[in-house]
């Protein structure tokens, strides 16, 4: 060993082997991808982004809500068109009832026009089947055969249906060929489909 000036010259100081380094390097790396691993972090330590989530559905967009003013509309026709129905229906059911009751007075005067005519002479077969049973009950035919009325002529004033019964009265005003007037009442009555005379003047 050499001496130069008073100082020993040694041995150089080696570094350290580069095998060693690099082993330590590859320690610190795996114990900072422990530390990551467990959620631990310290001075120094490399912190990496969380991945990002992947994208979800998408949302579907809400429709605006109906106006007001639309609804309100709704109602209205609505209402208009349930009221145009019941009046409608109501007219129509009147007319039908009009037309049906006009029809029974119609018939009744009928049958009291045909037994009054059928009497000036003498009432006849057919003015004898035109009577209900409880008047052929109650009158002998020969008896009206023989009855004459002495008409110029009449007219029914007046004509009051019972619907509950099935009867009708009928108010004629008689004018006999002497010139006096008189007012005499029928009772006509439904039997079957036909309306019968069933009480008048003996």
């Not at 082993?23 to 530390?35: I, N, S």
Request: net charge neutral; charged share 25%; glycine share 10%.
């Amino acid at each position: 060993m050499a001496q130069f000036a008073g100082v020993r010259v040694g041995s150089p100081r080696l570094p350290h082997h580069p095998v060693l380094l690099v082993h330590d390097v590859q320690h610190l790396v795996r114990r900072q991808r422990r530390l990551i691993t467990h959620g631990t972090q310290y001075r120094g330590a490399v912190t990496l982004p969380p991945p990002p989530f992947p994208p979800g559905p998408a949302v579907p967009v809400l429709a605006p809500p109906p106006r007001k003013r639309r609804t309100w509309l709704i109602v209205l026709v609505s209402v208009a068109l349930v009221f145009a129905a019941g009046c409608a229906f109501g007219i129509i059911r009147l007319v039908l009832g009009v037309k049906h009751v006009s029809d029974v007075e119609s018939d009744v005067n009928e049958a009291t026009s045909a037994f009054i005519e059928d009497s000036r002479d003498g009432l006849s077969q057919q003015g004898w089947d035109g009577l209900c049973e409880d008047a052929r009950g109650n009158y002998a035919q020969e008896d009206l055969a023989g009855r004459k009325q002495e008409l110029s002529g009449y007219s029914i004033t007046g004509t009051d249906v019972d619907w509950a019964r099935g009867q009708a009265t009928v108010r004629v005003e008689l004018r006999r060929e002497d010139g006096t007037r008189g007012q005499e009442v029928y009772v006509v009555e439904e039997e079957g489909e036909r309306w019968k005379v069933c009480a008048f003047p003996a």
